[in-house]
């Protein structure tokens, strides 16, 4: 029986060198292409600030709309439809763009994306009712199919030596995004009220929330004109054979194998076990931390006397732009060392473990806040959320790699990418909508007190748990090496 140990194979500096007495030759990892990569990341920055820089108005722009009728109770249900929105049109033509890449080209699908991110955003600022809003977010969704593409690109210019280092960015960027979005958001929105006499045209009274969508859209720019200048394509097209060349000349004219010229393959041959496995890993994942995420800045909002901690949105701004930060740091520093001595599927359980203490902290924090008010202590227990939702963070790079390594073959990890993203999306469309309600479900039927919420959220979490159980120790051996241990 062979023994496959791709996550030591991968991290070969801090793998051990000698098992049993018996001396292991390590691979040298290749270092990475750090330009593409730093494309790639400038477009995995895009989405999170588009998204998150948001996430600080959200709750005074839907009570400033007036669809609420002045019951501050439920600003939780159109504030989690407005997260929803998105999700749920990725969910539609998210897949479709990923195969769709695997036939095209990766870039001609990024620079939709990315093009998608900036038109969203300008049409959001400049949105005076609840209808615009919704087709804003609706827009983005639509074109966005960039998630899934990029974990395609980077699968696609890593090997076996460096992808846990290149998929250690992944989440790096997203946390970068993270902070920056909401520091955007928190600081630029109502910058009339903010600074009068930069800021005095009556169009930034009209439009308060214009400058920090603009913001966000300008950088969605850049990345577009960099994307369509420098990134280099990974799809070879398929080419024509010459009945009078040999395989092996065409070998050695192209420098590749000819499996990359066969078309990908039926979407039913893509849903292997492994497969199935670990895109339900990362759904389990996205749904637990989408629902926390989105009921996070409304519970932050919330008056005190309703449960939450009533904080102003340059505040809540901040307090989301410090978890990116933190997130992105320790990303960086120590998620290849922790996936060589920990494993992947430790990181994967620990991360959804992590929303455990996570919820039951918002309880803990409201019961002392009213009695006490917002006090040192409860902004320790703020930062003890965020160093949480840094640990849980990790699961994300772990379940990444999981789904690489599942893939059959190259030509079959957009179908792949974007199978998982599509789940993923369905998932993110139900979490905010669900939190969110409930939430407000829970304040204007007095469950438990307010805090109804929460067991149910609790719950959830530790079903989905279970899942977790059926991910291999490392990660997914490599076809032929499945084969001949069977």
């Avoid at 030759?25 to 790639?40: D, E, F, H, N």
């Avoid at 990725?90 to 897949?95: D, H, N, R, S």
């Avoid at 913001?215 to 994307?227: E, G």
């Avoid at 990974?234 to 054979?241: A, D, F, L, P, S």
Wanted: glycine share 8%; charged share 15%; proline share 6%.
């Amino acid at each position: 029986m062979n023994t496959s140990r791709p996550v030591e194979d991968a991290l070969e500096e801090t793998a051990p060198l000698l098992h049993d007495h018996e001396s292991v030759k390590v691979k040298k990892a290749t270092p990475l292409p750090m330009g593409q990569m730093s494309i790639l990341m400038l477009l995995a920055l895009a989405e999170p600030i588009t998204s998150y820089c948001i996430s600080p108005f959200l709750n005074q722009l839907v009570s400033e709309l007036d669809i609420t009728g002045g019951d501050e109770k439920k600003v939780g249900y159109y504030a989690g439809m407005m997260q929803s929105i998105f999700f749920a049109m990725e969910a539609l033509f998210v897949f479709q763009w990923a195969r769709l890449s695997d036939h095209i080209g990766r870039k001609p699908v990024l620079l939709v994306g990315v093009g998608g991110l900036c038109i969203s955003m300008i049409c959001f600022g400049l949105s005076k009712t609840f209808w615009g809003l919704v087709i804003s977010r609706s827009i983005v969704g639509m074109l966005n199919g960039n998630t899934g593409v990029t974990k395609c690109m980077i699968g696609e210019i890593t090997d076996e030596t460096n992808v846990a280092q290149g998929f250690a960015w992944l989440p790096v960027a997203w946390s970068v995004g993270s902070t920056v979005g909401p520091l955007i958001g928190g600081q630029l929105a109502k910058p009339h009220d903010r600074w009068p006499s930069v800021f005095s045209h009556p169009f930034w009274v009209k439009y308060p929330y214009f400058l920090p969508c603009a913001t966000s859209a300008a950088f969605s720019c850049f990345t577009f004109v960099v994307t369509a200048i420098f990134l280099k394509e990974t799809v070879r097209k398929r080419r024509r054979r010459d009945p009078s060349s040999s395989s092996e000349e065409l070998h050695e004219v192209h420098g590749h194998d000819e499996g990359e010229d066969e078309a990908p393959p039926p979407l039913k041959q893509l849903l292997t076990r492994r497969v199935v496995v670990s895109i339900s890993n990362y759904a389990a994942i996205a749904l637990v931390e989408i629902a926390f995420l989105a009921l996070q800045p409304i519970y932050l909002a919330t008056p005190i006397e309703l449960g939450g901690l009533g904080l102003s949105p340059p505040t809540i701004g901040a307090i989301l732009a410090a978890c990116g930060m933190l997130s992105g740091a320790f990303q960086g520093l120590f998620f290849a060392r922790l996936m060589a001595r920990l494993g992947p599927k430790y990181l994967v359980q620990q991360g959804l473990l992590a929303f455990v203490p996570l919820y039951m902290l918002n309880v803990v924090m409201s019961l002392y806040a009213k009695a006490y008010g917002v006090t040192p202590l409860v902004w320790t227990l703020v930062l003890l959320q965020q160093v949480l939702l840094v640990i849980m963070d990790l699961a994300f790079g772990a379940v990444f790699i999981y789904i690489r390594s599942s893939s059959v073959s190259n030509r079959t990890l957009g179908a792949t990418n974007g199978i998982a993203q599509f789940i993923a999306s369905v998932m993110r469309t139900v979490g905010p909508a669900a939190s969110t309600s409930l939430f407000a479900a829970s304040l204007e039927h007095n469950w438990l007190g307010g805090y109804g919420v929460y067991p149910i959220l609790l719950a959830m979490t530790i079903s989905l748990f279970f899942v977790t159980r059926l991910l291999p120790r490392d990660l997914w051996p490599k076809e032929e090496d499945a084969h001949r241990d069977d």
